[in-house]
């Protein structure tokens, strides 16, 4: 009767978190078993930090990419089909029918043309965009990159604003002239003269993108089209809408105006390679690391199986006093489950304070290796950025959990069938 009595212990008892805690300690006999926990914890803990952190850059490497992209473009770019020479010779009539549009902000008048920007010493090729004050104003990355000068006057001012990367090219600053040539100058019976003009530099800019911080020029609307000799036309709209991430229903919206021969591109349509590329990187990367925390769990499986064999004897001894085969079970669940948790939580601890400081962290090993690590050549932004998705991040952190707890089962499972008397026969 006592031995009934003492089975029918309530699920998860105190005595069973103490035995479970206990297999987690090291003693010298078992010390090989303890050491194989300690590698599933930490293998636990570098595969959910490593998810964590990799997808924590492929998101703040797309976030950071496209929000610059659209701080310095249009989210869609309207350019007229009926014209020979695609331009809008009446921009203003069209601009106010689309703005009259709900869901769209501003249409802005554009101008863009390729030229040679040149000083004694150097020359550089580069992309003018002619832009009104306003229109440059209502480009966030602009309107806030202003690193030295200023836009203010700029629609009178005849001068030109360059990026940051430009002025270290050709190593030039505020108040001094750059020359602009373009090869599309006037025709004469000699043939095409390119057209040449010095401008002075009242503006310089920082988008943050390497390839447009050295080689994107603004030039007043009005002198722009002097320059391209475009006379009141523009070469395209760009329109600015509420909401970006939904840009396809003000297209429609804008489509249902009854403009003529119109065709708009949409930020997503101009940007869909590099949004391809990067969602398969995401879905890739994630699949690969997720290996790291599947091995981990592998490892839970191995050293749990490993601590039943050498656990034997206690569990016959266990079994005999009256602890059930669920009690059993739950021992060794507990054993396995503290490592899966323990590390999964250590390991999303990590994480946030590696991303938090990943910058850095580069630059230190950048220093101490003397590798560029991230050269902004290639990956078109100068820092590295990581933005923690909590959403993804909880997909991850859930995944842990379950796959440590199902590591568990079987050798738990394992534990609750040993018979006592195999387990105490030969002792």
């Known amino acids: 009767m006592t031995v009934s009595a003492t089975a ?11 035995l479970a805690v206990r297999y987690l300690g090291a003693r010298r006999k078992e010390g090989f078993i303890s050491v194989i926990a300690g590698f599933s914890f930490i293998g636990i803990l570098l595969g959910v930090a490593t998810l964590i952190i990799v997808m924590a850059v492929m998101n703040g490497f797309h976030k950071e990419v496209f929000s610059r992209f659209l701080g310095l473009d249009g989210h869609v770019v309207v350019i007229r089909m009926d014209n020979p020479t695609y331009l809008f010779n009446d921009h203003e009539s069209y601009a106010k029918r689309l703005e009259a549009v709900p869901g769209v902000k501003q249409a802005i008048p554009l101008v863009e043309g390729q030229v040679i920007a040149s000083t004694p010493a150097f020359a550089h090729g580069s992309k003018v965009r002619g832009l009104t004050e306003e229109g440059m104003k209502l480009l966030p990355q602009i309107a806030k990159g202003i690193k030295a000068g200023g836009i203010e006057g700029f629609d009178s001012s005849e001068g030109i604003a360059i990026g940051i990367g430009m002025v270290r090219l ?21 043939g095409t ?13 920082e988008v943050g993108i390497y390839d447009i911080d050295r080689s994107l020029i603004f030039m007043p609307l009005a002198e722009s089209q002097r320059f ?18 939904h840009v396809e229903k003000t297209v429609k919206a804008m489509e249902d105006t009854g403009l003529p021969a119109l065709r708009f591109v949409t930020w997503k349509q101009r940007n869909a390679s590099i949004f391809s590329v990067l969602q398969v990187e995401r879905i890739m ?4 690391v997720s290996i790291i925390v599947l091995v981990a769990a592998f490892n839970i499986i191995s050293g749990l199986i490993m601590l039943v ?15 059930t085969q669920g009690a059993i079970m739950r021992v060794f669940l507990i054993t396995g489950a503290s490592i899966g948790v323990g590390g999964t939580l250590t390991g999303l601890l990590v994480a946030i304070l590696f991303s ?3 910058d850095a962290i580069r630059q230190f090993v950048a220093n101490v290796t003397g590798i560029n690590i991230f050269d ?3 990956y078109q932004l100068m820092q590295l950025p990581a933005d923690i998705e909590w959403q993804t991040t909880s997909v991850i952190v859930l995944m842990s959990l379950i796959l440590s707890i199902l590591a568990t089962l079987y050798p738990s499972w394992r534990a609750s069938r040993l018979d006592p008397v195999e387990a105490l026969r030969y002792e």
């Open 8 to 18: 029918d212990t309530r699920p998860f008892a105190p005595f069973e978190w103490l």
């Open 170 to 190: 050709l190593n030039v600053n505020v108040g001094d002239s750059l020359t602009l040539i373009s090869p599309r100058g006037a025709r004469t019976p000699w």
């Open 193 to 205: 003269v390119p057209r040449i003009k010095a401008y002075k530099i009242v503006a310089i800019f």
């Open 228 to 245: 391209f000799d475009k006379g009141e036309a523009v070469d395209v709209l760009e329109v600015l809408v509420d909401d970006h991430e």
């Open 285 to 288: 990367m994630f699949i690969i």
């Open 309 to 323: 064999k050498d656990k034997g004897r206690e569990i016959g001894i266990l079994r005999t006093m009256g602890a």
């Open 356 to 358: 938090w400081k990943i």
């Open 376 to 378: 902004p050549q290639f």
